[in-house]
T-cell receptor, first 110, second 114 residues
Framework: GEDVEQSLFLSVREGDSSVINCTYT??????LYWYKQEPGAGLQLLTY?????DMKQDQRLTVLLNKKDKHLSLRIADTQTGDSAIYFC??????????FGSGTQLTVLP | DGGITQSPKYLFRKEGQNVTLSCEQN?????MYWYRQDPGQGLRLIYY???????QKGDIAEGYSVSREKKESFPLTVTSAQKNPTAFYLC?????????????FGPGTRLTVT
């Protein structure tokens, strides 16, 4: 079946940029999403990109999509302590449902 | 305010008891979903419903049941047949017009079974 992979942990210094990476296997993915989860809370949709785009920018967030390599990344500029959370990549495609990665725990150090 | 509510936030049950988790949305979304989240793991789909009176099993439906009698409500029952019910349960909804469109999540219910 479809698979979405993410690294489990990332630490950055406050003010630096964070880059969270994701790879997926479903070549028929139509939309790819980034969600944020704070401790004990539900998931909050941050942004999404349609598969015919290669970049999307939304304030401090930049999403890059390399469809050939099936690689998605989320860049957070000027990372703040409030950005500390788990970030999930998800894709929709032939499975007709969202497939989530296992999440990347982002820790922002002062 | 439009959104998804789940209640209660924390739930404790004894082994062998069935328990029902509530999920309500006022977003007028057609599709609703239940996920289970375990520590260090992604979300796993339990059940989903695209329309009232219709629902389908997800990847880990065994030991769970759902109903969809109203558009706004999609309760999940964790039965005594579920081997490891302790987990964080998340409900979500989407407009469903394009399958796989962005899903909006509730705050979750943490279920502990002892």
């Amino acid at each position: 079946g479809e698979d979405v992979e993410q690294s489990l942990f990332l630490s950055v210094r406050e003010g630096d940029s964070s880059v969270i990476n994701c790879t997926y296997t479903d070549s028929s993915s139509t939309y790819l999403y980034w969600y944020k989860q704070e401790p004990g809370a539900g998931l909050q949709l941050l942004t999404y990109i349609f598969s015919n785009m290669d970049m999307k920018q939304d304030q401090r967030l930049t999403v890059l999509l390399n469809k050939k390599d099936k690689h998605l990344s989320l860049r957070i500029a000027d990372t703040q302590t409030g950005d500390s959370a788990i970030y999930f990549c998800a894709e929709s495609g032939s499975a007709r449902q969202l497939t989530f990665g296992s999440g990347t725990q982002l820790t922002v150090l002062p | 305010d439009g959104g998804i509510t789940q209640s209660p936030k924390y739930l404790f049950r004894k082994e062998g008891q069935n328990v029902t988790l509530s999920c309500e949305q006022n977003l007028n979304h057609d599709a609703m979903y239940w996920y289970r989240q375990d520590p260090g793991q992604g979300l796993r789909l339990i059940y989903y419903s695209q329309i009232v009176n219709d629902f389908q099993k997800g990847d880990i439906a065994e030991g769970y049941s759902v109903s969809r009698e109203k558009k706004e409500s999609f309760p999940l029952t964790v039965t005594s047949a579920q081997k490891n019910p302790t987990a964080f349960y998340l409900c979500a909804s989407s407009s469903g017009l394009v399958w796989g469109r962005e899903q909006y999540f509730g705050p979750g219910t943490r279920l502990t079974v002892t």
